[in-house]
């Protein structure tokens, strides 16, 4: 009995050092290729600038998208589109939906909602 047990306590040995030095060996590969990686410089890659309409092309865009709406009076001033007036509250989101889409720099809503 004490020479099967000095047996399987060999073979236990055996194995167990055999699956230590196998995970060992990716261990080392894991982390070597997690170095690599993070070594690895990620150049960001450049946005598109933001596309500001000019002040000309911007007026007569709003001259346009404002004819729709009588109560509404528009001004641009350095890409800044300035609402004053009177609108229905079905008729808001049409009107800055077609302003927005003219790429003002902003849009100062001072309307009176009826």
Same mark, same amino acid.
């Given at each position: 009995?004490?020479?099967?047990?000095?047996?399987?306590?060999?073979?236990?040995?055996?194995?167990?050092?055999?699956?230590?030095?196998t995970?060992?060996?990716?261990?080392?590969? #894991?982390e070597? &290729?997690?170095?690599?990686? +993070?070594? %690895?410089?990620?150049? $960001?890659?450049?946005? !598109?600038? *933001?596309?500001?309409?000019?002040? #000309?092309?911007? &007026?007569?865009?709003?001259? +346009?998208? %404002?004819?729709?709406? $009588?109560?509404v009076? !528009?001004? *641009?001033?350095?890409?800044?589109?300035?609402?004053?007036?009177?609108?229905?509250?079905?008729?808001?989101?049409?009107?800055?939906?077609?302003?927005?889409?003219?790429?003002?720099?902003?849009?100062?809503?001072?309307?009176?909602?009826?």
């Open positions: 009995m004490n020479r099967l047990n000095f047996k399987i306590l060999v073979v236990g040995l055996l194995f167990s050092t055999g699956v230590y030095v995970s060992c060996k990716s261990k080392t590969k #894991d070597s &290729t997690q170095a690599s990686a +993070d070594t %690895t410089a990620v150049t $960001p890659v450049p946005s !598109a600038p *933001v596309e500001i309409a000019a002040d #000309d092309a911007l &007026t007569t865009g709003v001259k +346009d998208a %404002t004819k729709d709406h $009588p109560g009076n !528009a001004t *641009v001033n350095n890409g800044e589109i300035t609402l004053t007036g009177n609108i229905e509250r079905s008729k808001l989101p049409d009107l800055m939906q077609t302003l927005n889409s003219l790429k003002p720099k902003k849009i100062n809503n001072q309307l009176t909602i009826k």
